[in-house]
């Protein structure tokens, strides 16, 4: 599929483009770095979800934020989570939505993103990582600094 430069991030949400969503609900496991648009692994218990670097099978999914219970909704989508909220939980390949970016990494429509710690995203290499999304705009991260970004999952 190719880039389509016109878009434009979502404001109040993350996600840009469901076509193909899939949605479930995961209790929140360990509210460290739990923001949407997270990279999720597979918690604990088999209704558990924690952020992780994706470098292995327990990849669930994405954070979500929009389709969460308003209940377990944080205020804003860079308010974090807390244990035990009742949380969405998305995947689909072609889905866009606003991810994070590790500190460092530049980007550039078509990078290839593959998990990095706190649930963010780096820079990745076809055959060499897993590969789980694909920048949609150009962003540079500096440092420690991480950035929104919008990208296409690949999971």
């Not at 990582?129 to 296409?152: K, N, Q």
């Amino acid at each position: 599929m190719g880039n389509n430069t016109t878009m434009v991030k979502p404001t109040g949400r993350i996600v840009l483009d469901n076509q193909g969503i899939h949605h479930y609900t995961r209790k929140v496991e360990d509210a460290t770095t739990m923001y949407a648009g997270r990279l999720l692994l597979k918690g604990t218990n088999d209704d558990d979800v924690k952020v992780g670097t994706g470098s292995n099978a327990a990849v669930v999914g994405w954070l979500g934020y929009e389709s969460t219970a308003k209940k377990y909704r944080p205020a804003t989508i860079s308010t974090i989570y807390v244990i035990n909220d009742q949380a969405d939980v998305f995947y689909g390949p072609g889905v866009v939505f606003i991810a994070t970016l590790a500190g460092g990494v530049t980007a550039v429509p078509g990078t290839l993103l593959t998990g990095a710690p706190a649930g963010c995203l780096s820079g990745g290499a076809a055959g060499t990582d897993d590969i789980v999304a694909t920048a949609e705009e150009a962003v540079t991260t500096t440092g420690t600094t991480t950035g929104a970004c919008l990208v296409r999952s690949r999971i």
